[in-house]
């Protein structure tokens, strides 16, 4: 199967205000506090010789399993049931069928499919539920990262010989159809100022994806009617690169120490996530990077610079909880050290052990 790119570009653009959204979010009214929670558990991976989880980049939870990848170390999908029990894991690595060189990106589809993007080969690899390997998705298309909503899937950013131009594309899978999204040229000029390699697609419940451009303000949602700004960051630059600064950063791209390090320039918002009740981001600036937590009902916003749960960074989320990623290290913290002491849950923890999982419901 092989996807060509088409040449229709959609009109979505990033001429959106904050008069566009239904929910704005203004960073001057946000109050420090810390997190305090309904409902905490603590789930330990199993950690076996078969096992043995080298770096996590990203984790989804879905279909009742935990799907953890370590894309640089072992270059491996590992499988977990809701207790930690390891089911089992892709690690298929070649140029034969169902093999990858690269694992840049993955995904689930809604019957429990599991989508592999091979970034060097520029191709998806599609297994069942199981892990045993169905068919490849053969693409003409350079991009970083993807997300799956029913028939269709999103990549961004879209580049060519290291030139980005567009950051975001939709594909039809049964159609064969791809559309380009965000092309305008102002925009791409600054899409290549800084080149952070964060998932730019964030999974919330109730089938909604979250897509976050960088340099903007507006949060933007995948959902069944398509893509549609969401969520407005008011006051959130401090201030918004000048295209003074633009362009010094792009002639000085190799040097990251030059990229407004000692700034509070604004970048990205990433990690966003929903529950029912809530939502939390976190604002990137440099070097500053704080996470946020949005009560829907009362309307007020948090900063929790420290989660006491052992990470101050959210992970994702199921159902109506959040949930982190946990690697406790050998020089552990008090705070870390009395987790362990007073949690049943891992009362068998041991210092090589593979990342816990803590699945959480706020009480702010």
């Known amino acids: 199967m092989v996807v060509f790119l088409q040449s229709c570009t959609n009109n979505v653009t990033q001429d959106y205000s904050l008069d566009d959204v ?43 399993r935990i799907y953890v990848a370590d894309f640089r170390r072992t270059m491996t999908l590992f499988v977990f049931d809701m207790d930690g029990k390891f089911l089992f894991k892709i690690d298929k690595r070649g140029q034969g069928p169902g093999e990858y060189l690269v694992l840049q990106d993955f995904d689930i589809q809604t019957n429990g499919d599991i989508y592999i993007f091979d970034q060097y080969k520029q191709k ?3 297994y069942d539920q199981e892990g045993k ?32 131009y567009a950051c975001l ?30 998932h730019t697609f964030y999974y919330s419940p109730d089938s909604i994806i979250y897509f976050s451009p960088k ?13 549609h700004p969401a969520i407005g960051i008011k006051n959130i630059s401090y201030p918004k690169p000048t295209q003074e600064n633009i362009d010094f950063w792009k002639k000085n791209i190799g040097d990251i120490s030059l990229l407004g390090a000692k700034s509070t320039y604004f970048i990205q918002t990433v990690n966003i996530y929903e529950t029912d009740k809530y939502i939390t981001f976190s604002p990137r ?23 006491k749960i052992g990470s101050s960074r959210v992970n994702g989320s199921v159902g109506k909880y959040f949930f982190s990623v946990i690697t406790f290290r050998f020089d552990l913290r008090p705070s870390d050290k009395s987790i362990i002491e007073t949690r049943e849950e891992l009362k068998n923890w041991q210092e090589d052990d593979n990342p816990v999982i803590v699945i959480f419901e706020p009480a702010n």
């Open 124 to 126: 998806f690899l599609v």
């Open 133 to 164: 390997y169905l068919y490849d998705i053969q693409t003409e298309v350079f991009f970083k990262n993807f997300c799956l909503y029913g028939n269709k899937m999103y990549w961004s950013p879209l580049f060519e010989r290291g030139e980005a």
């Open 22 to 64: 239904p929910i704005v979010i203004d960073m001057d009214e946000v109050v420090t506090d810390t997190l305090k929670t309904n409902y905490i558990r603590y789930i330990p991976l199993e950690t076996t010789k078969d096992c043995l989880i080298g770096r996590v980049n990203k984790v989804l939870i879905k279909n009742g």
């Open 215 to 227: 340099l903007s303000e507006i949060i933007f949602s995948i959902d069944k009617y398509g893509i």
């Open 285 to 307: 600036n440099i070097p500053y990077n704080y996470t946020v937590l949005y009560n829907k009902q009362s309307k007020t916003s948090y900063f929790i610079h420290d989660q």
């Open 169 to 198: 594309a939709e594909y039809d899978i049964a159609e064969k159809k791809t559309e380009l999204l965000f092309t305008d040229e102002k925009y791409m000029n600054e899409l290549e100022v800084i080149s952070y390699t964060d």
